[in-house]
């Protein structure tokens, strides 16, 4: 067989890096549903479930943790095929071969972080990190999605689309780290620890969820109001549409996990308004990801383009950033 046909195609790639985005973010669901469902504890070894067994009963919350485990193993081997294929593409690109192993290297960090935090019986602050880096995965699967759809690299074109509103993209990630960061802090005060009756009572933080709801009640309102403000200034501007629709996308994201936020603190956290809010935050950690890589245009790669938008009537663009 001739080296040519082992070739990964660009188009190909683009479903492999899609594969792995959309792996990042099963990750963090279903590790939030192991915690909500009083499951953190089900395998109380790692990777064993039991006393060196493989898996443990067939009770509820052993099932669960363990097919977690399952998931986590998969999405592994999900991120190895996509790194194999970035090395393998037609045309390879140094920056989605960084991407796809930092994939890699941040879903066995989990895991091993995982591994702690069964060990010590669901410690708050390593169940905060936990939720933190898988985050950050999202986020990395998101970049690496975007690029593999763009060209990117020596020669290739970049246009600035504001450059004023690139630095507050910048900016705006400050904001939105406090945000999750007083998130998890509320989380790890609140009364959904991972554990179940008849179990270790896992540990808290040492803050009243009161005051910790409060604290990232005043970031949450401080982030809102960024993003309100970002569209007066960009639809009061000539931004591009890609610009507009972007923070129009955030103000709306930002606004319903505001809402679920406030009733899931009065109705007492609920566990399914709680993984609701999880999903909010994975989309709002995109929407600033995605906010942030349109702030340059680049032009498409063969055989990702998608049916020309609005925008490509604009003179300074070509129709290969729609």
Known sequence: MTGTRRRVTIPVFRWFALASFVSMIVIVLTGAAVRLTGSG???????????????????????IEYANRIVTVTLILVAIATFIAAWLREVRRRDLLVLAGLLIAGVVADAILGAFVVYSKLNPWLVSLHMMLSLSMVVVGAILYHRSKYVYG????????DPHFRLIARLLWIPFVVLLTTGTIATGSGPHAGGSQGQLVARRLPFAFADATWVHSVAA??????????????WGSSAPLALQHGVRRLVVISLVQAAIGVTQYLTHVPVVLVELHVAGAISLSIGVTQFHLRQSAHDREPGTRRAPKVEASIPTYSSATA
């Open 154 to 161: 020596p020669g290739a074109r970049r246009d600035v689309r």
């Open 41 to 63: 504890l089900g395998c109380p070894d790692w990777p064993t479930c039991y006393h060196h067994r493989i898996a443990g009963s067939w009770s509820i919350h052993p099932l």
């Open 221 to 234: 309102v401080l982030f809102i109001g960024l993003v309100t403000g970002l569209v007066f200034a960009i």
